[in-house]
């Protein structure tokens, strides 16, 4: 049997950036903060959910793309961000926590196609050559991941 969700959201996290290999990014609209885009991003369910399956479950969870799907390469980037949590979002975390550390992954698929998005979570999506896609994050460390995609993602695609 599963454990039960924490009360709170952990403060660790993924962020999953989806590319091709001609290095064309989906991004995808937050519903809550109509023009802040972003890739793949969620928080662990529980202290030792591995960073790889949360990435998983998130990509699957908020695009209905199956990240071990043939053809399609997952790839930790072995990177880390640790940021402080928007103001307006620290209420889903327990009192006190501040900080969130966030695990960068690609993955890289064969080519742009249209997303199952979770309508509660996002409300629209893209794809956009990468540079286009660094500009249009309103994440920092969002758009700074993608700009490491030239040489993590070229490097780790197969």
């Not at 969620?42 to 998130?58: C, I």
């Not at 979002?89 to 969130?100: F, K, L, Q, S």
Request: with cysteine.
């Amino acid at each position: 049997m599963p454990e039960p969700a924490p009360a709170h959201k952990l403060p660790w996290s993924v962020l999953v950036v989806i590319h091709t290999p001609a290095l064309e990014v989906l991004l995808i609209e937050r519903a809550d903060a109509p023009g802040f885009w972003q890739s793949v991003t969620g928080s662990r369910d529980h202290p030792d959910e591995a960073f790889e399956a949360t990435a998983v479950r998130e990509v699957a969870e908020e695009t209905g793309l199956d990240a071990r799907a043939p053809g399609h390469v997952l790839s930790d980037w072995g990177l880390e961000n640790v940021y402080e949590i928007y103001p307006q979002w620290r209420h889903r975390y327990a009192p006190g926590v501040t900080h969130n550390t966030e695990h960068l992954f690609g993955l890289c698929v064969p080519a742009p196609r249209p997303v199952r998005l979770s309508p509660r979570e996002h409300r629209d999506q893209c794809w956009l050559p990468w540079q286009q896609a660094m500009e249009r994050c309103f994440s920092s460390s969002n758009a700074e991941a993608i700009g490491w995609l030239p040489r993590l993602g070229g490097l780790r695609r197969q």
